[in-house]
């Protein structure tokens, strides 16, 4: 399901800042040579997820899914002075294409991409985060929110992607990914310790910022 007349979404595409010449190589190379384009979250997620970086100057930002690194980059685009991003894959044949776009791209020095399994590798980390950005398995959302959210400072965010999976969250028997995606939109919605927003961007997005 799209949620945006594909005419309205171009039209949002052309009145948005373009992509950075290697953030449009690593679009265009993920779609030509690596399954699964569609995961990479794009031009206008991008751009958003950018902004958003830029509008919270984050010191220290954690994602959990990098693919082929497009949303790292744009992430690591609004870090503080002396600040760094980590991405966790536990996609091992995709680390090599990464490192070379995170080296080639100049971003190397401020990204930390770890490879491995993202509970366990969030289990080993003693930062506090200003950002957080989910965007891996789904069955494993709900379990991610929970490593994370005492690992992000108060007033920190956190992104979560693909909320509204494609529209199967209305589904009156959903599948299992539906099922955890669904288990997780109610369950940060009803947690206390965070104010929440659903955006229907894309495959929608929760924001949501820990109460200081
Ligand atoms: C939707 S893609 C990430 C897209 C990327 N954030 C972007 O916007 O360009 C999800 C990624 O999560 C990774 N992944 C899935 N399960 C994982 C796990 N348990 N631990 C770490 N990474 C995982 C997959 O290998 C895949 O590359």
């Not at 990479?40 to 509008?55: D, E, N, T």
């Not at 108060?154 to 028997?173: C, E, F, H, P, Y």
């Amino acid at each position: 399901m799209e949620f945006l007349d594909p005419l309205l979404l171009r039209y949002s595409e052309d009145h948005t800042s373009p992509e950075s010449p290697w953030l449009k190589t690593i679009n265009r190379d993920t779609h030509a040579d690596v399954s699964r384009p569609r995961m990479l979250s794009g031009h206008l997620q991008g751009r958003l997820l950018a902004m958003v970086s830029h509008l919270v100057r984050p010191k220290a930002i954690l994602e959990i899914g990098t693919y082929t690194g497009y949303s790292a980059i744009c992430l690591a685009e609004g870090l503080a002075e002396g600040g760094r991003l980590i991405t966790i894959d536990n996609n091992e044949e995709l680390e090599g294409r990464v490192r070379k776009y995170f080296r080639e791209s100049g971003w190397e020095q401020k990204i930390d991409f770890r490879i491995g399994k993202a509970l366990d590798i969030i289990a080993t980390l003693s930062d506090t985060f200003d950002l957080v950005f989910i965007d891996a398995d789904k069955e494993n959302y709900g379990n991610y929110f929970d490593a994370v959210i005492d690992k992000v400072r108060m007033g920190g965010w956190i992104i979560a992607d693909n909320v509204l999976w494609s529209g199967k969250v209305l589904d009156v028997k959903p599948d299992k990914d539906t099922r955890a995606i669904v288990d997780f939109n109610r369950k940060v919605h009803l947690d206390p310790r965070v104010e929440n927003i659903l955006l229907p961007i894309r495959d929608g997005l929760m924001f949501m910022r820990r109460k200081g």
